[in-house]
RNA sequence: GCUCCCAUCGUCUAGAGGCCCAGGACACAGCCCUCUCAAGGCUGGUACGAGGGUUCGAAUCCCUCUGGGAGCGCCA
């Protein structure tokens, strides 16, 4: 019994992975898991330019660190591998030979300098810069000429000319594209390695994949493949093109916007539901409102929910996603934020305490300091508080004997202190901030040494 | 230069001719609750890019403009 669908994700692992490619990975596992399917991770290395295990270690980590999982990928295999393209070369060059017997494709011996010269004047005379076909139409002696030349050939693709090439897009709805518009493209290299565009394609047929999920950048791609796939004999997947994700200035969101980048989003301390949840709402509106788990997002998935136009990443929306991830997380998966910031052994505690009151790593870690290090100096608002407690509002603190909450409270209240006027000193004094967890909690954590130092240091600013 | 795509609150979006003087979510403001903040409850403000058509009637259809995105590689 074989599944219907299968989609992938085909990343290459230069530079980490942006907010707009976890966004695709994210969708094409959640159609194929929609559907019962199967997901593959592939990963494009090109044989020519071998990634480092570094890179793809750690995109392998980012899209697990999501929640995604694959079916056919690096550790996991499912019969349709290798999963790294650059262990495939064997199977690119069969499908080179057979389009190259079938008239497919030509030996192009253009080298960039001239490809370059022809764009430029192409360009010049305010005409699309695409390739002549000039080599399409060498013989045998010419051929023989420019090999007697020494020069290497690269392979092209000869497109069918004069047609319409059209495809039912998944998200776009109907494309046509004019062969002639296209030019014949490059699938071997002069240097022998297998270009993007055929081993992509390639790829894709040859591991069954059914639905090709990828981002609106390759449209112009598709009838490409699509052609070079049939002419292969296979049939070609569906196709699905997103909307690119555009940054803070409406400028498109590229690898060099460092702060989207999964790694930094990471390593501020968001967690994987809250950067889910945005990413399934971008340019889509399939899912309810409300927080999903990112295992219960597939039924919440539906292509034809995709908007059509670009879709902003806003930071406000990515941090209300996160409070609601952090409202529901274990308290063992923030424990990291305050290792090594609090006493041996109140990580946990600590955590638990805090997590209503903070969003990212860096609260975390000043929350540490407030708690168990030392405060800053009072604002101006700080002062009055403090002033209008009084000394006497801190003697009776210090002389309660105790700190606990209700030692602390039932002694304040001896001064007279109520409501307000008890509580924002009594915060003040031991936190250095008028805003925060309760106290309750917060003082069982701290150690009774600081909090009299904190009394005492309050007393002082008091009487100023 | 040429080709393609898109255009609703600050942001993500609902809306496929009358149900829309435009709905939801986030953000924002006010109130309630509360030891603070948050959470929760209630209330409120804010949008159909511009101009022309078509129609009894347009956010929805057509054209132009403007704005944004993508593509035109021996990059992926």
């Not at 004047?121 to 810069?129: E, F, G, I, T, Y």
């Not at 518009?181 to 490059?186: C, E």
Request: glycine letters at 10%; aromatic letters at 6%; one cysteine or more.
């Amino acid at each position: 019994m074989t599944s219907p669908l299968a989609s992938r994700f085909a990343p290459s692992p230069t530079g980490s992975l942006h907010l707009g490619n976890l966004r695709t990975a994210l969708y094409a596992w959640l159609v194929a898991r929609r559907a019962g399917g199967r997901f593959v991770l592939r990963i494009e290395d090109t044989d020519r330019m071998r990634s480092d295990e570094a890179k793809i270690a750690e995109l392998i980590e980012d899209l697990t660190w999501l929640g995604l999982d694959w079916d056919g990928g690096p550790g996991q295999d499912d019969g349709t591998g290798p999963y790294r393209q650059s262990e495939r070369a064997a199977s690119h060059e069969a499908a080179f030979g057979k389009l190259l017997a079938g008239g497919h494709a030509y030996p192009c011996y253009c080298t960039e300098e001239e490809l370059e010269a022809e764009r430029q004047s192409a360009l010049r005379q305010k005409r699309p810069p695409r390739y002549s076909g000039r080599c399409a139409v060498l013989d045998a002696a010419g051929r023989a000429a420019r090999e007697a030349e020494g020069r290497r050939a690269s392979l092209r693709f000869r497109l069918p000319p004069g047609q319409r090439l059209a495809w039912d897009d998944l998200v776009r709805g109907p494309q046509s594209f004019r062969s002639d518009d296209l030019g014949d493209f490059v699938i071997r290299r002069a240097d022998g390695s297998a270009a993007f565009l055929s081993s992509n394609a390639i790829d894709d047929a040859a591991m069954g994949i059914t639905l090709v999920l990828r981002g609106e950048d390759h449209v112009a791609n598709t009838p490409r493949q699509r052609v070079l796939i049939e002419a292969l004999g296979a049939t070609p997947p569906q196709y699905a093109h997103l909307p690119l994700l555009v940054g803070p200035q409406h400028a498109p969101l590229s690898k060099r916007d460092g702060a989207m980048s999964v790694r930094s989003l990471r390593e501020r301390g968001y967690l994987p539901g809250a950067v889910a949840n945005l990413l399934l709402r971008l340019g889509h509106s399939g899912a309810e409102d409300g927080y999903h788990e990112v295992a219960a997002m597939p039924a919440q998935f539906d292509l034809k929910a995709l908007g059509h136009a670009p879709a902003h990443v806003d930071e406000l929306q990515l941090n209300h996603w996160q409070h609601e991830a952090l409202l529901r997380c274990e308290d063992a998966a923030l424990v990291d934020w305050v290792r090594g910031k609090t006493p041996a052994g109140l990580e946990l505690a600590t955590v638990a305490t805090l997590r209503k009151n903070i969003l990212l790593k860096a609260d975390a870690e000043r929350w540490c300091g407030r708690l168990y290090g030392s405060l800053e100096d009072p604002d101006a608002e700080a002062r009055s508080v403090l002033a209008a407690a009084g000394p006497a509002f801190f003697d009776a603190l210090l002389a309660a004997g105790a700190c606990d909450y209700d030692a602390l409270v039932t002694a304040a209240k001896g001064t007279g202190a109520k409501g307000k006027g008890l509580f924002q000193p009594l915060r003040l004094a031991l936190t250095g901030t008028l805003e925060g967890p309760e106290l309750r909690p917060v003082l069982a954590l701290m150690p009774p040494e600081l909090i009299r130092t904190r009394f005492e240091r309050a007393r002082a600013l008091s009487t100023v």
